[in-house]
Each structure stands twice: as structure tokens, then as C-alpha cells.
């Protein structure tokens, strides 16, 4: 999935954002695996085997040295935060699994329990991390970068909502919560901290730049330019340090550019689409790689507030006149089956009984009999029309995601089939976050989301809505930027957090997947993936199908494990 990025987002999913989908955190996971063996000299960026400096290539379109995490355009997008793992730098709590999912890793957080109804989120954090100038980690830190959030709204990307955060020792942080929260428990523990010797004396936390950031991770910023910028080992990391020396994130405008890179060897690793990656990649060395494992549903994303798409008639009509599959194609991607949205087969157990083995099924005529039925009529030009206005609508999404381009043109001649107006408006990179979050669009692709390995987030990062804001006020969080208004959905979300029993909580689950099935509040089209994509000439470990351990996109967690050839 291309999504553009928001805020501290990566460069190469569109819409990113840091991710923040929840997933119950079930048993304490173990962090084994990620201790390192030292490693020879480097042997420069970009060289050959048995050198420790490692080239990634990235993707942005205005690379100005800032390393807030909490800034819509932090350089830190270069380094994928949203769609694999934070903490090169910034590091969170708890890295969150996507791939392995309840596999999550324990980070600063060792370990953690709710209480109280889940109104009460107890933490018990590791003891000996330093920041990278020495300083000590402590539970101050924790509660330091909690009320920073709570304080400046603008900074509150994950839409963390909180009563009180308090030290306990300097290795113990208690959260209470007016409302049961442990649903939002990812998004909680992905928040990159921050060092409270530093910032608090940074000024204004939304203008501040940060361009030499001290963190605890297992890197530190080197030389920096307008084209890429260098991380270096942080030797006194609290893990075992990297085997890596250093990493060099690279700047590429476009998906074409990045996988260039990548074809010719200029750049070891990567998380961009590559069409026809067994020819154009994988074949030019044995040593070349590319995974991309699911991880959700996109589709059209309509705004609500607009006609002829606020029109449920339209869009049903869309929904039966399209080939999914045909659409898919057009990036190998896999067409979206069930009707709930939900990406299948990893959802099969969360479906509810009336929806199972219902699939989406193209009908053309049908959908030209759902338009006529609701007062629309066909025109000279070939498009239908209502009230004097032609059924037409644009398609908004940076010109630099390549994939998104192949879909919609897909779109275009597909909808014009069945009487539907569809043009292409594109944007930039840099741009695409703010007009969907303010509601300056008619539809989009690329959900600002990460993945949701849960049924419950799947539907709360899309169409809750009680995440509704009017046109023109942005939506901080990204979520239900189609601007979805039910008052029984709503007070389903309102309803789930207090849900006892699994058993409780899907019936909730099941009312949202009727109420998403009947109001189509957006149009799944197809699931979406992170690729990655790598070279292990250099380096081996990354994760694979055989060995799925986290995700194979540019992320700390991996960045790791690996070992030099």
C-alpha cells in the first residue's frame, strides 16, 4: 500500500502516520532475537559484501533537517516509523507486531497490566537505558512525554486521550483513563519518548525543529543533507549494540525512483511497490528479495459531505459496477472479497454469521438499475444525471505513488462503463494528509492508517462516527476522514470498550459489520500490503514467509538482527 506521510510518517505507504492500529496485547512477548554479534569495520555505504553501512531508500519530496516525531514532516519519515517500527531514534514502549501479530516486542516497557476496568494501564520500564548524551532514562521521561501531548493537542497524532499519568520510581508509570481504553493500548505504547532534560526547555513543542535529536535508540544522527542523511551506531545503546555501523537514508521522489535504486544496487534496502518485481527485481540477483505480507483493506474513499458520493445510491452502484480483480491487477495486489471490508482470510474468524462466504460479485446492470431506481438518468454523453448535474467526482493522491495511479486509471474507464465521471486530481506528498484530513476532497485512495489487526480497529480507524469533524476542521488522528455519521455505529464504539466478554464484544463487532455493509460508508477495493524489499549481499537476517517474525519494511526491530555476510 502507498500511503503519503502524515505526521512523522514514513515515506512510501501513503497517508502515513505513526502507526497506531491496536492489537490486544496479550501475553508478555520476549524481545530474544534482537542481541547482535559485533561486527567488522564498514565498508562504506553502497560497496559490496562484508560492509556494515547499510543504504535505505526512502521517500520524500522536501527533506529539511527535523527530527520531531510529532511534525507532519520530520525527517524521520525516511525511515518508515509508521509502517514497520519507531525507534532508531525515538523509541517506544512497546514495538507492535504486524505481521506476527500478538507477538509483540517489549521495548522501554518491559512489562505492562491493566486494572481497574481497563481504566488503568500500569508499566514497568527497563532500568539502565541512557539517552545518547548520556543522561539517564527514567519514568520522568514517560510522563513527561504523555502531558507534552496532552498540553499541545497539534503533537497528539495517535489521538491519545488520558486522565492522569504518574511516576512511580523511576521505573514505574501508571495511566488512568475516564473510559475503559485498553482497546487503544497500541496506540499508547507506539508514542516515541522523549528526553525531559531537552525538550522542556525546547520552546514551542509545534515549531521546534529538533535537528540534532538525542534519543535512546540504537542510532544517532550523523552527517545530514538535502538529499539523504546518516545514522550511526549508538555504542552505548541498552540492547547489545547493532551490527551495523551506520545506515544511510536516502531521499527518492517516487516509487520508479526508489526501485531504480534498488534494481541497480545503489540502495540495500527498501518498503516501496515494485510492479513486476519477479522480472524487474528479483531476477537480477540471487541475493535480491521482496515480501509483502497483507496487512489491510483500501479501496475509494469517499468524503461523505460532497454529492454525488454523500448519495448511498452512487456509491452502491460504484460498489456493484466495479472488477475488483481487474482493479487489483493493476498493481498485483489482491482484490477486497468480503462485504464487511474485512481483509480476508486473516478476518474469517471475526465475521459474523450472516456475512460469511458473502463476497463482493460485479454486476453492471445492476448497478445502472441502482441509479435509475433512485431518480438517475442517463445522458446524451453517456453519464448519468440528477437534478440538472452530471454524476462525476475527482480522485485525489500524490502523483509520486505510481500504484495508486495504475488503480485509478483502472477507476476511470471502469466507473465510465457504468455512467460515473471520474477524474484524477493529484497532489503531492507533502499535501495529501492535510486536504484529506480537512475534508478538501471529493474521494481519495490510501487509507492514513496502519494496519489494524483487530476487527474493532479496522472499523474504529475508519468509520467511527464519533472520530467525525466538520469540512474544513482537521481531523488529527486521520481516522474516518470520509466523515461518516450513524448515531447506532456510534454508540456501538461508545458501547465496545465496556464489553466484558469476547463474546460481548463481537456482537458489537457484528452490528458494525451490518451497519458498514448497508451504509458503505467507503468502497473496499482491494488489501493492501508492505512490501519489502532487500538485498542480503551485505547483510542477512531480514524476516520472510518462512520466518515472518516482524515486518520486512525499513524498521529498527530488524535493522537489529542483521549480520554482516
Known sequence: MSTPPPPAGPAGALFTKPTRRSVLAGALATAGGVALAACSPSAGAGSGGGGSTL??????????????????????GLTYTNQGAGGFIYEPLVQINTVDIGKDIPWLAQKWAWAADNKKLTLTLRSGVTWTDGKPFSADDVVFTFELLKKYPALNVNGIKFDTVKATGATGVVMTFAEPSEQFFTNIVSTPMLPRHIWSKAGDPTTYTDKNPVGTGPFKLGQFSAQSYVLERNDHYWQQ???LTSIRFVAYKDNQSMTNALVQGQADWGGTYIADADKVYLSRSKDNHYWAP???????????????????AVRKAISLGVDRKQVAAATHDVPATSVTGLPMPAYKDSIAPQFQGVDFVQDKAKAEKTLTDAGYAKGGDGYFHKGGKRVEFSISFPSAYTDIASRCQVL????KDIGIKLTIDTTTVTDINELTAKGDFDSTMGYPVGPAPRAFNFYNDTSNPNLYYPIGKSTPTYQNIERFRNAEAAQLFKQYPSAARDADRQKIVNGLERIFVENLPWIPLFYWSSPGNWSTAKVT??????NPYFSPVPNVVVALRLKPV
Open 55 to 76: 543504504v535505505v531508500a526512502g521517500q520524500s519530496d522536501n527533506l529539511t533537517q527535523s527530527f520531531n516525531p510529532f511534525l507532519p514532516h520530520s525527517a524521520q
Open 241 to 243: 549494540k547493532a551490527a
Open 294 to 312: 497483507l496487512a489491510g483493506t483500501d479501496g475509494l474513499i469517499p468524503n461523505l459531505e460532497r454529492w454525488p458520493l454523500s448519495d448511498l
Open 412 to 415: 476511470v474507464s471502469q466507473l
Open 541 to 546: 537476517g531480514f524476516p520472510t514467509p518462512d
